[in-house]
Structure formats: C-alpha cells, structure tokens
C-alpha cells in the first residue's frame, strides 16, 4: 500500500518493522462531508484508493477500515481480545442482551444461548420455521388467487417474525403481536439518527419502547404459569428454566434476550429475503437454475436455494459493517495501530472487492455451487462476521430462508409494480422503500 497517497500517516513505535497505516488525504473527506454522502460512499473511496487497511479521519483521531480478508481474520478471529466490541448501538433497544453484552457476561450469556441455535437445538426449531413457511406460503395462494397486490418486504418480516416467535414461545404470531412488535423494526431504524445523549434517545423512541415492553412482559408472564404453545416450550421458557440457578437472569435480562432475539432473528433475514426477490426480478434465471437443480425436497435443490442465499447475503450482508476498538497497540497486516484506534471491518466492501470476487456487482449464485467460484480465505465472505462473535443464530437464518424459498419459490413468480430507487445504510443495508408486487401462479422452473 502506497502511503504517498495520504497524508499524515499514523504514527507507529519505531523498531518494531510496522508501517504506518495509510490515510487519505483530508481532501477527500472534506468532499464528502460537503456532498452529504453515505459512509459507504466514504469508505469505498478509501479503500479504492489505499487498499484493505487503510485510515481515515472523521474527527482528531484516525479511524481504521479493515476489508483485507487476512487482517478481517486477524481482527475478528485471531485476536478478539486485543479488538473489542464496545457499547453497541443497539443498547437502547435490546439493553444487556447477548448482542450488546461484554466481556464475562457476554461469554455467559453466549455458552448458554449457543446450545438452543445449533445442532440439536436448531432441529428442535425445524418443525416450527416449517410451519411459519407453510403459514406464508397458504397467505400467497390466496393473494395469488383473489389478485392482490403484497408488498414483499412486510410479508418478509412477517414470516420472519412469526418463525421467531414461535422458537421463542412455542406460539404462531397473531395479528396483535405483530402490530405491537412493529416498534422493534421502528427502533432500529431510527437508532442510526437519535441523538447522542442517552436520555434523549430513549424519549424519542419512548412510546416504541413501551410496546416491545408490553409484549415482552406479557411473553414472560404468560411462559412462567407454564402456558406453552402447541409446539411445546421455547427457549423463552429455556430462559426462565435457566434463570433458577443463574440470579444473573433476572426478568429484566430476560427481556433484554427476548428483545435481542427477536431483533436479531428476524430484520435481518427479513430484509436479505427482500433483496433476495428484488435481484431475482433483476435476474431471473437464477431462479430457473436453482429450481432446475434438482427435485423437490432434493439435496441438490436445498443447496442451490442456500447458494440464492449466500450470493444475497455477499452483496448485501447482514451486518455490512462491524465496528471495533483497538484494546492494546498491535501490527496489523504490517501496519501499526496504537491502542485507543478505532477500527471499522467492512463485510460489504470485502463482498465487493474485485480482487477477490469476478464481476462483483453481479448476481451469480453459482459462486456458491461451482468449484472455485468463491474466495476460500474465510475473511473473505462473512455476512454473520467471524470469530467468536460471529452471529449466534447464523444456522437458524439461513434454514429460515431456505425452508421459505422451498415453498414459495417452486409455485410463484413476482411482478413489481416499483422498487426502491435508494438503499438505506443503518444497522442494517434495506432497500429503502415499499416493495409492492402481484403473484404469479406457477408450474415449474
């Protein structure tokens, strides 16, 4: 990496071989901030001009965006310990749970949490994310048939919510529930733009709060007279099972995991089953290949639904973005970073990096079925991150979405009436904008 190209490099402790990081000039952020860009926007140039480790300033201080995939490994992977999450910015909404927990509690919470979201725990969820797939695929037949328009983002979210909630409380979401938690997805979505101050924020989205609280309280109640859904107990009633020889589980953590996991567990995959159907409009051989790959229920089927997936989650992941904070000084792919830096990993530059991907901006889901047609090097693609604090509910998000994609995929296809002309860069990357679409019946491929 050519340092020339910035100004002001970072200092680094001489003798130790390191270079200094380079940054790019203030020039290109004074242009940016004067054209009131995206981050993205920002972070794209940098990397364009400096490479995979490369420092910017947005303040005294540099900050440092990290798309090489060794260095993404070296930070999030190898050496979590010296590159730590701080508070999350989603604490306002989901407090002490798992996604926003550190140190000891965040190991705590996370071992007891893994075992419900992998292997024996995720096929005790099996039967209930086919039920929220056979719920949504029944409600297509019908608009399919009575000619109604659907907006594909909201029935996203309602699958989505409703295969959540189901794993949580062993219950099918009502309409009730689902009106209320709506200020889950409104909370997020504004907690990029509330203000700094944390009481400020909180009254801004106060009345949102309440509602989540209300369901939540309701939730647990409701779990702890013994009141299980026809599917049996969920982990909510793993929790409050936990909760009798954990004191740490109190009914206000308690709440803040409900929240998490509901949170976590369903805008994500909401919104990449979204993008999903948009590229497909874009593309729509992919979908005649996927089909076309094997029969119905076939493993040759359910691989090539996951690689729609996966090819969905690399051009627009879960997290596009994974901020650190450097606990002690380090060498990063040969470049000094003193303690205190501030480091962005990037997973959608990654994605997008033609080094790495051919025709990266293209939709090819065969990146993910053909020999060699992905990057091996696991800091290459991670739409959950990696690493110890990889997304716990991975596996569950893409059984999720391929379980759906298997029963809607085969018998529609989607006409938009409009898409989103812009893209929304928050917490998440949403198409920003109703997604409104008529259903067509289909045969086959």
Known sequence: MDTAAGSDPLPYAPGTGARPVPEVEPEVVGRWRSGGGELVELLTEVRARLGGVAAFRLGPSPTVLVTDPQAVQHVLALHPE?????????????????LAATGAAWKSQRRLLQSQFTGTGMR??????????????????????????????????????????????????????????????????????????????????????????????????????????????????????????????????????????????????????????????????AREQALAAGGDGSPQRRQALQALVHETLRLYPSAWILPRHAAEADTLAGHAVEAGTDILVCPYLTHRDPELWHDPGEFDARRFTAPDGRPTHPGAYYPFGVGPRACLGLQFALRESTVLLEHLLPAHTLTFSSTPTRTAYGITIRPDGPTPASLNATTGP
């Open 82 to 98: 010296r590159y730590v999450k701080r508070s999350h910015r989603a604490r306002l909404l989901v407090g002490d749970g798992v």
């Open 124 to 285: 005790r969820h099996e039967h209930r994310i086919t039920a929220a797939a056979r719920t949504t695929a029944a409600r297509w037949d019908a608009y399919a048939r009575d000619g109604r328009t659907l907006d594909v983002g909201r029935e996203m979210r309602r699958y989505a919510l409703d295969a959540i909630w189901r794993t949580l409380t062993g219950h099918a979401l009502d309409d009730e529930t689902e009106r209320e938690l709506a200020a889950v997805a409104g909370v997020g979505a504004a907690l990029p733009t509330l203000p700094a101050d944390a009481t400020a924020a909180r009254d801004a989205v106060a009345a949102d709060l309440a509602r989540i609280d209300a369901v939540a309280r309701h939730a647990i109640e409701a779990a702890r007279k013994g009141e299980a859904g026809p599917d049996g107990p969920g982990v909510l009633h793993f929790l409050l099972d936990a909760a009798r020889e954990r004191p740490e589980y109190t009914d206000q953590l308690i709440r803040d995991e409900l929240v998490t996991l509901l949170a976590a567990g369903h805008e994500t995959t909401a919104t990449t089953l979204t993008w999903l159907y948009l590229l497909l409009d874009r593309y729509p051989g």
